[in-house]
């Protein structure tokens, strides 16, 4: 189990990672932190430098955290978080798969995430090497991913009230 634990959070986190240092930095093919702006911008999250640059850090900040096991369910809930707003503001209207660009890759993302966050990192772990994994207790693990849940929910209900006011001109 403990090495399963181990794949499975290199994988997801080092993606995850990987993933938001494409909108940070324009790593990896990305575009980088002034033209994911503009498309934040352009989804009604604004300002669109504060808003990409929150989820890109919750993504490379989330994602090493879970790569490291480390932390315990504070890397997974900012994944998750980040995963709502992404599944509801981009993908939702797309469907379910990722060919037509639904919200196949973020479920996927915040369901590992989750999954993480409720079994805790395995014996190879920063957190077990450092005697950290008893303070995540299971009502600890619970609360920590309702207030991912709740940050997604409030972006996305900024997002919507910010999208009904007119541009200034």
Known sequence: MNTGLLLLRLVLGLLMAAHGSQKLFGWFGGHGLAAVSGMFESLGFRPGRFFASAAALSEVGGGLLMALGFLGPVGPALVLAVMIVAAISVHWQNGLFAMSNGIEVP???????????????????????????????PAFRLSVLAIGIIGGVANLAIRRASARKPAAA
């Open 107 to 137: 479920l996927l993302y915040a369901t590992g995430a989750t999954v993480l966050a409720l079994t805790g990192p395995g014996a190879y772990s920063l957190d077990a090497v450092l005697g950290l994994a008893p303070l995540w207790t």
